[in-house]
């Protein structure tokens, strides 16, 4: 009777873990997919401060914008689980988006939002070990973006200029980070590039609910009318950060005394042009990805035009 019993404890204890191997298999990877690793890369952006600032050679700076882009992009993942978990019913209503994890159904939602409250947690515990004033950027972040999952991102215009702050909020988070001296003419500059890419993801979105005919974009405040508009203003944004980026050069970039040889670096509003204007072509014919920033590192024009801007830096710098 006892050896019965005990085997029949092995042998639930032995389900028990095999069920919970399954569970394991079947919630890790789309967990993962739903993290959106790929679109850390956003967060880069808080090393730009240090590197226009010039302290190359500053250790503390380079680790403390290390630290704090490991917790931008924690708190970026935790952000994308909230939002999918929130638009789950528009995202099986979009040509792409219902082949993520939650809205298919291979995430459960009480899995992703417990994983957005832990990830967010350790977010928030490496930026407070960094200092009180990356966790207030941080939290103003993540307020922001809470914000626009709720309400903003179905309000037309307000949406992309919020998208446009978070993204130049990665830019403050690295002045902060760095203990730089904050630049008007790149903050500046940074909405004006980041609103163009929205409007341009807007602008996709209105294509492809045109091309189903749909008289509006699921979950989103724009109707298919709306097209010539998003176009004439991403237009316009862009050509406008062209224009900031020159002031830059002539008002601040030109007088850094760490730049050899800034001459060179006039190649760079060019090679702007040249990105932001193709960006639009294939806008314009309905070859942009939803997201810019797959369309950007998966281009290969793109990203010549990427490496062509970062050697044109470097040879500034050094030559």
Avoid at 213 to 226: I, K
Avoid at 289 to 316: C, H, K, N, W
Wanted: aromatic share 12%; with cysteine.
């Amino acid at each position: 009777m006892n050896a019965d019993g005990t085997q029949e404890r092995a042998a639930l204890r032995a389900a028990t873990a095999g069920n919970a191997a399954a569970v394991r298999r079947g919630v890790v990877l789309p967990l993962v997919k739903s993290l959106r690793l790929h679109q850390w890369a956003k967060n880069f952006l808080v090393f730009i401060p240090l590197i226009l600032a010039g302290k190359f050679h500053s250790s503390p700076a380079w680790i403390a914008c290390g630290l704090g882009f490991l917790a931008f992009g924690l708190l970026a993942s935790a952000t994308y689980l909230f939002n999918d978990a929130r638009d789950v019913e528009f995202d099986r209503q979009h040509w792409s988006k219902w082949t993520r994890p939650v809205a298919s159904g291979d995430l459960p939602i009480g899995a992703a939002l417990a994983a957005a409250a832990l990830i967010g947690g350790a977010s928030f515990a490496i930026a407070g070990s960094i200092g009180p004033g990356a966790a207030l950027v941080l939290a103003i972040y993540a307020v922001l973006t809470l914000l626009y999952s709720l309400k903003l991102k179905r309000v037309p215009m307000l949406d992309v200029f919020v998208i446009a702050a978070l993204f130049t909020l990665r830019l403050v988070f690295g002045i902060q980070l760095a203990d730089v001296a904050a630049s008007p003419w790149l903050l500046v500059f940074s909405i004006f590039v980041f609103l163009s890419l929205s409007l341009g993801k807007r602008y996709t979105e209105v294509l492809r609910a045109q091309a189903l005919g749909r008289e509006r974009v699921a979950g989103r405040g724009y109707a298919s009318a709306d097209g010539p508009l998003l176009f004439g203003l991403g237009l316009a944004t862009g050509v406008g950060a062209i224009l900031i980026m020159i002031l830059y050069l002539l008002q601040e970039a030109f007088a850094a005394g760490f730049y050899r040889s800034p001459l060179l670096l006039w190649a760079l509003p060019a090679l702007l042009f040249l990105w932001i204007g193709r960006y639009w072509l294939l806008a314009t014919r309905g070859e942009l990805d939803d997201d810019p920033l797959e369309y950007a590192v998966r281009d290969r024009v793109s990203l010549t035009l990427g490496a062509a801007m970062t050697a044109v830096f470097v040879v500034a710098w050094q030559l």
